[in-house]
C-alpha cells in the first residue's frame, strides 16, 4: 500500500537558519503530495501542493518540488521564523488530485529559536 | 466563514460510558472523514464518507461508528469508550471526487480523556 516516510524530530532551528524537511513516498501510479501543517492547539492546514513530477509548490515561503525519479518531496525555507514552529505533515493521495484518502506521514516537529 | 467545527472540543469521561462528538461543516462539501492523532503514530483515519448514506471503514474503525444522514453533519460515535481511545479527533471535509483543489479541510480537533 501507499506510506509516506519522513524525519519525526523534534527539529530545533535558530530564527533564519535553512530549513529542510526531508519526505520520501512509496505509491503506485502517480499520485499527488501535499504538505500541511498544525500550529498549536489547531488542525490541520494545506501548506503546499504538487500533482505532477516535477511540479513546485509555494506557499508563505516554503517550497517542494515533486521528484519522480526519487520518490520525494522535501520541504524548504530559506529563512525560518518562531512563527513558523508547528508539526509539518507529508501527505500523498493516489486519488486523481483528489482529497480522499490522503495518507499522511508521522509529522516532523520543527521548534524554532529566537 | 468556511469552517469544519467539532464539538465538544475536550472530554474526561469514563469506560463504557457512550458519547458522541458532532462534526458540521458549511462548505456543501461531499467528503468527510474522521482522523486520531497519537504521539509517535501521527495521523490515522477511522472512518470516511464520499457522500450522504454513504460510509466506510479508514484503518482504524474497531470501537467506532460513524452516519452521514446529512450532507453537513458526521458525527463520530463511541459505543463503549476505553481508555486505548484517548487521544486527539479530527474531523475533516473536502470536496472530493468532484472536484474542487483537492484539499481537506479540518476541524480544531477534540481531546477526549477515557479514565
Known amino acids: 500500500g501507499d506510506s509516506v516516510t519522513q524525519m519525526e524530530g523534534p527539529v530545533t532551528l535558530s530564527e533564519e537558519a535553512f530549513l529542510t524537511i526531508n519526505c520520501t513516498y512509496t505509491a503506485t501510479g502517480y499520485p499527488s503530495l501535499f504538505w500541511y501543517v498544525q500550529y498549536p492547539g489547531e488542525g490541520l492546514q494545506l501548506l503546499l501542493k504538487?500533482?505532477?513530477?516535477?511540479d513546485k509548490g509555494s506557499n508563505k515561503g516554503f517550497e517542494a518540488t515533486y521528484r519522480k525519479e526519487t520518490t520525494s518531496f522535501h520541504l524548504e525555507k530559506g529563512s525560518v521564523q518562531v512563527s513558523d514552529s508547528a508539526v509539518y505533515f507529508c501527505?500523498?493521495?493516489?486519488?486523481?488530485?483528489?482529497?480522499?484518502?490522503?495518507?499522511f506521514g508521522k509529522g516532523t516537529h520543527l521548534i524554532i529559536q529566537p | 466563514e468556511a469552517q469544519v467545527t467539532q464539538n465538544p472540543r475536550y472530554l474526561i469521561t469514563v469506560t463504557g460510558k457512550k458519547l458522541t462528538v458532532t462534526c458540521s461543516q458549511n462548505?456543501?462539501?461531499?467528503?468527510m472523514s474522521w482522523y486520531r492523532q497519537d504521539p509517535g503514530l501521527g495521523l490515522r483515519q477511522i472512518y470516511y464518507?464520499?457522500?450522504?448514506?454513504?460510509?466506510d471503514k479508514g484503518d482504524v474503525p474497531e470501537g467506532y461508528k460513524v452516519s452521514r444522514k446529512e450532507k453537513r453533519n458526521f458525527p463520530l460515535i463511541l459505543e463503549s469508550p476505553s481508555p486505548n481511545q484517548t487521544s486527539l479527533y479530527f474531523c475533516a471535509s473536502s470536496f472530493g471526487y468532484s472536484g474542487g483543489t483537492g484539499e481537506l479541510f479540518f476541524g480544531e480537533g477534540s481531546r477526549l480523556t477515557v479514565l
Open positions: 464518507s464520499m457522500n450522504v448514506e454513504v460510509t
Open positions: 462548505m456543501n462539501h461531499e467528503y
Open positions: 504538487a500533482t505532477k513530477a516535477d
Open positions: 501527505a500523498l493521495s493516489d486519488r486523481g488530485g483528489g482529497a480522499d484518502g490522503l495518507t
